[in-house]
């Protein structure tokens, strides 16, 4: 009898210990991996003090990187918006054949490293490749200029909105839009009326993601930009052109706008979660049915 | 308005869901579609509705054929199974929406709009609830709202998708009566899909039995009770006995299983029209042993299983059973008080 309780205390003792060092590890783990980076980030843009830190940011250099970024920002985003909510619609109104295999597609920028991407893209557009002919008959220029940047960009955050938008359209099914229907809407009023709102808050942590992707983008961005200074360099390709200048600070202070926009993320992230009406009401609803 | 359906099928890719249904619903009706799931009477329902497309047939609403029309014009007001309420719109503004996206031209005052809508929850007895989010409300409360939702924009037409189907018995009981009052009180043609056969029997001016795409019988609550015209209906609509007899030429049906004259014939008997009795005679041929008896109800229900080891379900008042003293493990005697046979019946 004793000897079972000592059993079982010495059982409850090592659950409670194994418990602990789970903890821990996962502890250090983010404080190595997170915490302790994102502090050296700020530690070292700020250590010569705030002047020579405003001094960085406003050179004329990481100003024409912050603008070209934003540029590139407020094309990609918008059309991936578009292209998420379409993308989103198909999948979950519609079946059809391949739906699987496009699902899969989808993750594709997920999957595929984002410089095998932007090589795709150079080999496509530069004036050797493949559509080489056509660039030049229309002299555009896409590799190494604005419309190559733009396209990879396009390619590495086009999941994002759809991503977070199917989830949510499944499991709403077409009820509502089908309700909507036979109350009189059309096409439009069903999309705007119904569809959207239900998914806003959905959309609109897809659009911080997609976003925040577009800003931070390096690997296909490297690959397509050329690096000509002033013209095709973006904040995450700064970093990197200071880095290798060995001005470190000057990394580490335009790296910290990038901690800045990642920061914000994550707030907005976690005041959409407190904000979405539809999840506040989601436990009272338990006495319904 | 009246509905007719002529010769209308559907299949989802190779299952029948539908299969040659014709049937017409007279203007005012209160109609139920019953059947198991998966008889074809949601997707039935859902082709009226013109929110799916028949692979054949027609389907006209006043005489007017409607098989091609967009389910915007066809003007009937439709209550989904899951209420299909707007979540993100207060129970005012889902019961306003119809008359929000009417064309500019036909779209009423806001005050109009107002006044429709608050009359319309009144009638449902939730105007109290105006502003509250659907997800606030229990399932019966949203029934009713997805039910004035419906009728705000004045349907000649009224279908209900398992109206009652998500609630529970009590409150399901109670939505039916008042279903049937506020039928009786606006007289708009009505088709509701139950499964539910008490539902349907105590609701419905007429019943429309289906069975895997096809009908088996329409008819009055009375007709398909009483007369029903197939097995299924039979078995469909309450429990049953089914004996294996013989009919003699004489057209006399004879129970015990040593009868070697006459045919084979399936007789279904429901548990009421089978009396008890300690001793054998005429009136109670057939031998059976008491199994179970369950007194709780208002009626007393016995099971039994007879000389074949067929099991039996007999319903008796409770001063019977106190006559006869039932007990478990008993031997009894058994008789049909009435029956019911079909003809061409050979598919056992």
């Known amino acids: 009898m004793l000897k079972s309780y000592r059993k079982i205390f010495i059982k409850r003792y090592l659950v409670r210990l194994f418990r602990l060092s789970v903890i821990l590890t996962a502890l250090c783990f983010m404080l190595l991996f997170l915490i302790f980076p994102l502090v050296v980030v700020f530690y070292n843009s700020f250590k010569e003090g705030v002047s020579v830190y405003a001094n960085n940011i406003i050179r004329k250099d990481t100003i024409d990187a912050v603008i070209l970024t934003l540029k590139i920002l407020l094309i990609v985003v918008p059309l991936n918006t578009l292209f998420g909510i379409a993308c989103a619609w198909y999948v979950t109104r519609y079946s059809f054949r391949g739906k699987r295999l496009l699902l899969t597609l989808l993750d594709l920028p997920f999957t595929v490293s984002p410089v095998v991407a932007g090589t795709v893209f150079v080999l496509l557009f530069s004036v050797n490749g493949l559509l080489g002919s056509l660039i030049e008959k229309w002299n555009i220029q896409i590799i190494f200029a604005f419309p190559g940047m733009v396209l990879a960009t396009l390619f590495v955050t086009f999941p994002f909105v759809a991503r977070e938008l199917i989830p949510i359209m499944e499991e709403q099914g077409q009820e509502m839009e089908e309700a909507g229907r036979m109350l009189g809407a059309n096409g439009l009023q069903i999309l705007l009326k119904i569809t959207l709102p239900n998914i806003r808050w959905a959309l609109f942590y897809g659009i911080i993601l997609c976003s925040a992707r577009s800003i931070g983008e390096f690997g296909a961005v490297s690959v397509v930009s050329g690096h000509i200074r002033g013209k095709t360099i973006t904040v995450p390709l700064e970093v990197e052109i200071l880095y290798n200048e060995y001005n470190l600070t000057g990394a580490f202070c335009v790296a910290s706008l990038l901690c800045f926009i990642g920061i914000i993320t994550m707030i907005l992230r976690k005041w959409i979660e407190n904000k979405d009406p539809l999840i506040k009401y989601r436990e009272g609803s338990r006495y319904g049915d | 308005m009246s509905i007719e359906l002529i010769h209308v ?340």
């Open chain 2, 9 to 348: 099928s559907k299949k989802f890719g190779s299952f029948l869901a539908v299969d040659d249904v014709s049937f017409s619903i007279q203007r005012g009706e209160l109609l139920a579609l019953l059947g198991p799931s998966g008889s074809g009477k949601t997707t039935i329902l859902r082709i009226i509705a013109g929110l799916e497309k028949a692979d054949s047939g027609t389907v006209m609403l006043e005489g007017r054929d409607v098989t091609e029309e967009d389910p915007r014009d066809r003007g009937i007001g439709f209550v989904f199974q899951h209420y299909a309420l707007f979540r993100h719109l207060t129970v005012f503004e889902n019961v306003a929406f119809g008359l929000r996206v009417k064309p500019r031209s036909e779209r009423p005052s806001e005050s109009e709009i107002k006044k429709t809508v608050m009359d319309l929850l009144s009638l449902v007895q939730l105007d109290f609830l105006a502003d509250h989010y659907p997800m606030q409300l229990s399932g019966g409360q949203r029934q009713r709202v997805a039910l004035a939702r419906a009728l705000a924009i004045r349907p000649s037409i009224l279908l209900l998708d398992e109206p009652f189907g998500s609630l529970d018995a009590r409150v399901r009981k109670e939505l039916r009566r008042w279903l049937r009052k506020l039928h009786d009180e606006i007289h708009v043609t009505s088709v509701f899909v139950t499964h539910d056969q008490e539902e349907a029997l105590e609701v419905s001016d007429r019943v429309v039995v289906m069975n895997q795409g096809h009908v088996e019988q329409i008819g009055t609550p009375e007709e398909v009770y009483f007369s029903p015209k197939t097995p299924f209906v039979f078995q469909f609509l309450g429990d049953v006995n089914l004996f294996h007899a013989r009919e003699l030429s004489s057209g006399e049906i004879v129970f015990l299983p040593n009868e070697s004259r006459g045919i084979e014939k399936r007789v279904f008997v429901r548990p009421n029209q089978i009396s008890i009795a300690l001793k054998v005679s005429k009136e109670n041929p057939i031998s059976a042993k008491v199994l179970y008896v369950n007194t709780a109800g208002p009626m007393v229900k016995v099971e039994l299983i007879d000389g074949q080891n067929n099991p039996l379900l007999a319903m008796i008042t409770v001063e019977e059973y106190q006559q006869l003293q039932l007990k478990k493990d008993m031997t009894v005697f058994i008789g049909v008080k009435s029956h019911h046979t079909f003809e061409d019946d050979t598919d056992f």
